[in-house]
């Protein structure tokens, strides 16, 4: 599960062919929130260039222990201190060697020696020499000081050789640091999620649908991850990438959002109903394009299912979040809505206002429960999130504790 939004993970690089890999590393890491910078090894320089890294990771690649600018206001104390985890991808053989022994030779060494944070090392190498005694001797001793290895993977090598050796895939990576930041306030919970607009087809080629770009809910998902929950999103249709370690289910209309909500609903202990589901449907659904051939048309209308109000009066029903996007007196909406549904939070916001709502990338929203409101301000619709799933886990939190009183 994905719970990087704003870790600091240092990559150190040294030298191997698999630094290539390193490369998709970076990307996934910060793809999934987390703040990266990159200390490469000069023999890291031979297999990938720093400029390739140092755009991919947003910053400045440090390679030299003494570099008179950074280490004016001792740069590699700074960057030890700075990270919140250091992951060196790949470690050579001899990277491992001279961690074993201690040694401060260059700036990726001794940051991994001076740091007080958790030291991870992903081993590549030829498959001879990670069984080489030796490897194997510095590999005991790594474990002894406390620095962890994830892997080495077996399968083909550059070399032509087969077996253990190989770096981790990128892939593998990125989902052993979230498991070692899972650690948040949410671990355990399972979330279920909605987000996006509702399709309901006219016709083959129109439908009836909404400007929401489900870029709240996605957000929602993303931070609720980061804290650790189990995370199922069902989306409309939407453009957006799937969060890292949220799983997803794709629908296009109410009645498809309706079913996989509630074949899921029994399992979650949070539903989150951000989804901007269509009120109504066509009653009849035209199996061919509808031709051109009069100045009017009537297009009868029947109300589709209300997700959030059904699984709010399920027998038990998980803690439940609704929104409400309103072009005025979202306040007052809102309460009723909440009140109507019988649901336990709302969060409303203003989608005519100057500023955020439908298909913006900032938003600001009022929560509302029984007993309390907060307001929220506009800010990023990631920020937002990260805000909104605080508020929610502690309502969630103090709910659960009452009942258990």
Known sequence: MAALLGKKVLVGVSGGIAAYKTAQLIRLLRGDGAEVRVVMTRAAEQFITPMTLQALSGQPVRQALFDPVHEAAMGHIELARWADLILVAPASADCMARLAAGMADDLLTTICLASEVPVVLAPAMNQGMWRNPATARNAQTLAQLGLKLWGPAEGDQACGENGPGRMLEPEQLIQLVQEFFNTGAAAGLRVLLTAGPTREPIDPVRYISNRSSGKMGFALARAFSAQGAEVLLVAGPVTLATPAGVRRIDVETALEMEAAVMAQVEDCDIFVGCAAVADY???????????????????GLVRNPDILATVAGHAEPPFTVGFAAETERPVEYAQEKRKAKGIDMIAANL?????????????????????GRVDLPMTDKLHLAQLLVTQVLNNYEQKHSAENS
């Open 281 to 299: 449907r066509p009653a009849l659904v035209v199996e061919q394009k509808i031709k051109k051939t009069a100045q009017t048309r009537d297009i």
């Open 351 to 371: 989608v005519a206002a100057a500023e955020g709502g439908f298909e913006r990338d900032e938003n600001a929203l009022i929560v509302l429960w029984e007993g």
